[in-house]
């Protein structure tokens, strides 16, 4: 890596981008209009797969994967923030998404 991309790295192992969450949270995501737009998207255009690039923690991720369980998923992030959403999918039991923590460049 450059030392501009460690740099980023670095920024984004500590901001944890979307943030930390809670299995329940992504079971119950609110009514947060973005996140209910996804989900409105796949639904009307018969979705089957999805590349999520630089997922983060992996929250939009783990809600899309949650409601759709027939969707494969495969989520990259360079950042070590990657291993929540791992860690949260392994707790609601979701095999629909393969996780990279690698930088897309590299993938």
């Not at 996804?38 to 949650?66: M, P, Q, R």
Request: aromatic share 14%; net charge negative; charged share 25%.
């Amino acid at each position: 890596m450059t030392p501009k991309e460690i740099e980023i790295k670095e920024f984004y192992d500590t901001v944890t981008f979307p943030g930390l969450y809670s299995a329940s949270e992504v079971i119950d995501h609110g009514d947060y209009l973005i996140y209910e737009r996804y989900l409105k998207f796949i639904e009307e255009h018969d979705v089957n797969t999805i590349l999520d690039v630089g997922c983060g923690s992996g929250y939009i991720t783990n809600v899309i994967a949650h409601n759709f369980p027939n969707i494969k998923i495969v989520a990259l992030d360079f950042s070590d923030t990657i291993k929540h959403g791992k860690k949260i999918s392994k707790e609601l039991g979701l095999t629909n998404i393969t996780w990279k923590q690698i930088s897309f460049f590299d993938f």
